[in-house]
């Protein structure tokens, strides 16, 4: 399956392209350059390497959609994020916050960690990307809900210590049973870089694993 519309810039800075051009970021981090060339983003939750107000500027436009958790609104309010601008959404909501390119939000907790607590309600996203359900599970461990989840591509974290590790990951993926898995927040913020090889080397063999980072 063609996964050339998505790109990982760094850690979980995920951005995804449509055939018309239509450019989504979720959770924008660590950028040298300045593209501004958003047309929608999605924020999972505020840990400072997912909510970046720096860099969201540095790939927002004027008119730059955005979606974000509604558990934290004062934190993006304070921030300079509006009901204008954003849509605050919980888990399990459907919205079209950019024409063309439906979401789904899916629960992103930990089970027995403290860094990701379940009454936050953070969130993952289920995008669709043209004809391809594309889920970006944000900071999550394996929770049994997700199985269900349907989707095409799966971009899961595999670092641990904050989510998943690459076993646990790769464990979920298999109950998810996508044509393509992509590993991502590892090597960086948290994990090493043997964790994707890990990550892969345990997924069932009839589903693709991709390299982004």
Request: with cysteine; hydrophobic share 40%.
């Amino acid at each position: 399956m063609d996964t050339s519309f998505i790109t990982i810039n760094t850690h979980s800075s995920i951005r995804l392209q449509n055939k018309q051009g239509a450019v989504v970021y979720v959770d924008p981090y660590g950028f040298d350059s300045e593209p501004h060339d958003a047309d929608l983003i999605l924020i999972t939750h505020t840990h400072f390497d997912h909510f970046s107000p720096e860099d969201i500027a540095k790939v927002r436009k004027p008119n730059t959609s955005f979606v974000m958790p509604a558990a934290k609104m004062v934190a993006f309010i304070e921030a300079g994020f509006t009901n204008e601008s954003a849509a605050f959404l919980v888990p399990y909501e459907h919205a079209v916050p950019y024409p063309g390119i439906p979401i789904d939000t899916v629960p992103a907790y930990n089970v027995s960690k403290k860094f990701h607590p379940k009454d936050e309600a953070w969130m993952g996203y289920v995008i669709t990307i043209d004809d391809k359900r594309v889920y970006v599970a944000g900071d999550t461990d394996d929770l049994p809900e997700n199985h269900d989840i349907e989707c095409d591509i799966a971009l899961v974290p595999v670092g641990g210590t904050y989510t998943m590790d690459a076993r646990e990951a790769a464990a979920f993926v298999n109950a998810l049973k996508p044509a393509v898995a992509i590993p991502e927040h590892y090597g960086t913020v948290a994990g090493t870089a043997e964790d994707g090889k890990t990550f892969a080397s345990l997924v069932d063999p009839s589903i693709e694993v991709v390299f982004k980072l």
